[in-house]
Nanobody, 124 residues
Framework: QVQLVESGGGLVQAGDSLRLSCVVS????????MGWFRQALGKEREYVTS???????YPVDSVKGRFTVSRDDEKRTLYLDMNNLQPDDTAKYYC??????????????????WGQGTQVTVSS
């Protein structure tokens, strides 16, 4: 069973940076794409960004230029580097993975595996 464990969240001030990590364990796949989602209190889970097994990334417009997703397949770790954090970025951040191909990576329903999330809180 594939398991995902996020870390790196915390309380920061507006303008600060954070790096989230997501360690993957369990069976490997040659076509595994991975994504980051977030869910603020009282709101629906929303897509943030994703990276395919070939390294192509698909960030949502609101984080372009601020957030960067990357992966180290040898370390089996997904990263999310977040710069210039703003209070609107406050949310629980989830790592997700899918071995399916030909699907939209922007939709949560297409991901088969999920982590338990890490909280990011940005104060003004």
């Amino acid at each position: 069973q594939v398991q995902l464990v996020e870390s790196g969240g915390g309380l920061v001030q507006a303008g600060d940076s954070l790096r989230l990590s997501c360690v993957v364990s369990g069976p490997r796949s040659g076509t595994r794409s991975m994504g980051w989602f977030r869910q603020a209190l009282g709101k629906e889970r929303e897509y943030v960004t994703s990276i395919t097994w070939t390294g192509t990334t698909y960030p949502v417009d609101s984080v372009k230029g601020r957030f960067t997703v990357s992966r180290d397949d040898e370390k089996r770790t997904l990263y999310l580097d977040m710069n210039n954090l703003q209070p609107d970025d406050t949310a629980k951040y989830y790592c997700a993975a899918t071995d399916m191909t030909g699907i939209s990576l922007g939709q949560a329903k297409n991901y088969e595996y999920w982590g338990q999330g890490t909280q990011v809180t940005v104060s003004s």
